[in-house]
Nanobody, 116 residues
């Protein structure tokens, strides 16, 4: 079991930046990957980015070049640096951790609103 707590969401203007954090209640070193998904109003949840235990990142095409995922195993925290934000990035962002046995653990989400 692990509890994931996201933070860092808020209201930002188009073109702005935010950094989301996901703090885990225990070491994240053993998780197969950590990642971020998002769910916009009226849409299904979608993958944003993942990072493996070997720190290999993977991004959705829609955020490549704008978002950067990273992890700090000492702090048991995963980050999502978001730059060049667009209105279509507005969503609730969820942190996810996949265990070695295939179980996904989710945080409660943090809301990001991109609007002028």
């Amino acid at each position: 079991q692990v509890q994931l707590v996201e933070s860092g969401g808020g209201l930002v203007q188009p073109g702005g930046s935010l950094r989301l954090s996901c703090a885990a209640s225990r070491s994240i070193f053993s998780f197969t990957f950590m990642g971020w998904h998002r769910q916009a109003p009226g849409k299904e949840r979608e993958l944003v980015a993942t990072i493996t235990s070997g720190e290999r990142p993977n991004y959705a095409d829609s955020v490549k070049g704008r978002f950067t995922i990273s992890r700090d195993n000492v702090q048991s925290t995963v980050y999502l640096q978001m730059r060049g934000l667009k209105a279509e990035d507005t969503a609730v962002y969820y942190c996810v951790a996949r265990s070695n046995w295939g179980t996904d653990y989710w945080g409660q989400g943090t809301r990001v609103t991109v609007s002028s």
